[in-house]
């Protein structure tokens, strides 16, 4: 069965600092990846996918994310970090099977941004 | 644009009762989902659905039941409340053509006492 590490429950980071945020997966093939971010009390919008081709991929909010077969990741980072992305991150896959379905999540990353 | 359209936004239950959590969508979505959030845990699937009258179970369906009578709407039924059914419950919905993701709705946030 697949599954989803993301090793960092909470991570502080000073406004305008990097940010890189880890998840790595345990899939037979290689699945189709995505983040998402929930800020408190609301839904989950999702900020970048991966499905296939180009291993780097943009996502929305100057956020970007580094698939690496051979280390089975798919990193999130961001060069600037604002206020205003302190939320929960989760990193999640399903299987390849050509629609979006049965996602499986980590645990999710609690970001906190400091001013 | 409405897309995930879940009611209500909170629920207080006494043990032993039962409800119905609603979920419609109106963007002719093909599959429907139906997810549990519980703090540190990350979201787990309950049930999910191809396409109307057809439905399976996901991860943790035990103490849940779901029908698809339209694409549209896709409810979750609670029947005997348990207190370790107090969870924030996500329905999302996906087309079927290949390079799309799944949007979510707000989440019902239930609470069993």
């Known amino acids: 069965a697949q599954s989803v590490t993301q090793p960092d429950i909470h991570i502080t980071v000073s406004e305008g600092a990097s940010l890189e945020l880890r998840c790595n997966y345990s899939y037979g093939a290689t699945p189709y990846l995505f983040w998402y971010v929930q800020s408190p009390g609301q839904g989950l919008q999702l900020l970048l996918k991966y499905f296939s081709g180009d291993t780097l991929v943009q996502g929305i909010k100057g956020f970007e994310a580094e698939f690496k077969r051979s280390q089975s990741s798919f990193n999130l980072r961001k060069p600037s970090v604002h206020w205003s992305d302190a939320a929960e991150y989760f990193c999640a896959v399903a299987p390849n099977t050509g629609t979006a379905s049965k996602l499986t999540f980590g645990t999710g990353t609690r970001l906190q941004v400091t001013l | ?113």
């Open chain 2, 1 to 113: 644009n409405a897309g995930v359209t879940q009611t209500p936004k909170f629920r207080i239950l006494k043990i032993g009762q039962s409800m119905t959590l609603q979920c419609a969508q109106d963007m002719n979505h093909n599959y429907m989902y139906w997810y549990r959030q519980d703090p540190g845990m990350g979201l787990k699937l309950i049930y999910y659905s191809v396409g109307a009258g057809i439905t399976d179970k996901g991860e943790v369906p035990n103490g849940y039941n779901v029908s698809r009578s339209t694409t549209e709407d896709f409810p979750l039924r609670l029947e005997l409340a348990a207190p370790s059914q107090t969870s924030v419950y996500f329905c999302a919905s996906s087309p079927l053509r290949e390079g799309t993701e799944a949007f979510f709705g707000q989440g019902t946030r239930l609470t069993v006492v």
